[in-house]
């Protein structure tokens, strides 16, 4: 699945143009929205009657609800049908495959690799990209492809 995500990202930029999961969404036909949310939850998406749905937190920061739109978008492509929160309270399926997925998918939409350089810091690159620190370990497994690029994804340097 990880370079079948990967070629999809590469795929729907292509094709629309864009990398900003907002335009992406708006060409993909899934309404995004901002409500005012418990702290919680940053976001989530919906399947309801044939539309898509991307509810994002406003408390968040315009580039968390950035990333968390790119999160949400990840689970509308790539798990159009599935309700996690329902999976999450009434069934024994793991989540964690679909929440690494869409993880990985953002991360893979919102960094541009154009704007890493040799000995970058997990930091550096994060704030150039204008996402979470976190997000990168969702990018890791992608850069043994690219060496030339000699990620610092080390644990000591943030």
């Known amino acids: ?81 599935a309700n996690t929160p329902f999976l999450r309270k009434n069934t024994f399926f793991s989540v964690d495959k679909l929440e690494i997925e869409a993880n990985t998918f953002a991360a893979l939409l919102l960094i541009d690799k154009k704007t890493i350089q040799p000995g970058d810091t997990k930091a550096c690159i994060a704030y150039k990209n204008n996402i979470p620190v976190e997000l990168l370990e969702f990018y890791k497994p992608y850069s043994k492809e690219m060496r030339h690029y000699n990620f610092a994804f080390s644990d000591n340097q943030s």
């Open 1 to 81: 699945m990880k370079f079948v995500i990967r070629d999809l990202v590469q795929q729907l930029c292509t094709k629309h143009n864009t990398t900003n999961p907002y335009e992406l969404a708006d060409c993909l036909k899934i309404h995004v929205l901002t409500w005012d949310l418990h702290e919680e939850i940053n976001g989530f998406y919906k399947y309801e009657k044939r539309n898509r749905f991307i509810v994002i937190n406003t408390n968040l920061s315009p580039s968390m609800q950035r990333t968390v739109c790119a999160h949400e978008l990840g689970h509308a492509v790539l798990h159009t049908h």
